[in-house]
């Protein structure tokens, strides 16, 4: 079955750090730009960090640039989400989703994760 | 940077036609693919590259984009419709980005 699992969220406090992962499975992970989409309590869906198949290229939301970090292992077909200097507006649903991505450039998520919540709070 | 607006609220009966918008500046000129979201669950691609349906998908979805406005349109509403909609562009500026709308509450009256 083509599908993505999320684990890793929890409550943390302010200032502290959590590592997201997202196990895919069912398609040749290798093969595709991966992401992460998060999803603040009763608002909207907001893009937080795209990867490259290789690694090369990250592009992050401006709001996370220097806090997060994207990375993915293809030998174990996992995607993670390095999160450092938690903030309570970083408290939602973290979703990971996979890109079809053309070279115009354009790219739209294809399958996602059920997600997995983070909660930042003393 | 890039901005998406979606209507809060769209409400339309039960065999009629919803219309949901996604206003952006020259909008025609960028792909806006479509993602349904019901309670609790994860958003599921409805239309890519404006118009495009993926398997599964029911033809009663359908989309355009043009100008200003990019439309998803759903005809013969179902109650299983009733969900939040959101539109996205990929922003391929000097510093890339996704971006998504605020999101549009559909509710089968």
């Known amino acids: 079955e083509v599908q993505l699992v999320e684990s890793g969220g929890g409550l943390v406090q302010p200032g502290g750090s959590l590592r997201l992962s997202c196990a895919a499975s069912?398609?040749?992970?290798?093969?595709?730009?991966m992401s992460w989409v998060r999803q603040a309590p009763g608002k909207g869906l907001e893009w937080v960090a795209n990867?490259?198949?290789?690694?090369?290229?990250?592009y992050y939301v401006d709001s996370v640039k220097g806090r997060f970090t994207i990375s993915r292992d293809n030998a174990k077909n996992s995607l993670y989400l390095q999160m450092n200097s938690l903030r309570a507006e970083d408290t939602a649903v973290y979703y990971c989703?996979?890109?079809?991505?053309?070279?115009?450039?354009?790219?739209?998520?294809?399958?996602w994760g059920r997600g997995t919540l983070v909660t930042v709070s003393s | 940077s890039y901005v998406l607006t979606q209507p809060p609220s769209v409400s339309v009966a039960p065999g009629k036609t919803a219309r949901i918008t996604c206003g952006g500046n020259?909008?025609?000129?960028?792909?806006v693919h479509w993602y349904q979201q019901k309670p609790g669950q994860a958003p599921v691609l409805v239309i890519y590259?404006?118009?495009d349906r993926p398997s599964g998908i029911p033809e009663r979805f359908s989309g355009s984009n043009s100008g200003n406005t990019a439309t998803l349109t759903i005809s013969r509403v179902e109650a299983g419709d009733e969900a939040d909609y959101y539109c996205?562009?990929?922003?391929?500026?000097?510093?890339?980005?996704?971006?998504f709308g605020g999101g549009t509450k559909l509710t089968v009256l």
């Open positions: 989703a996979r890109i079809i991505y053309s070279t115009d450039p354009d790219l739209f998520f294809d399958l």
């Open positions: 069912g398609f040749t992970f290798s093969s595709y730009w």
């Open positions: 990867i490259k198949q290789d690694g090369s290229e990250k």
């Open positions: 020259n909008i025609g000129s960028k792909s």
């Open positions: 590259y404006d118009s």
């Open positions: 996205q562009v990929w922003d391929s500026s000097s510093d890339p980005r996704g971006v």
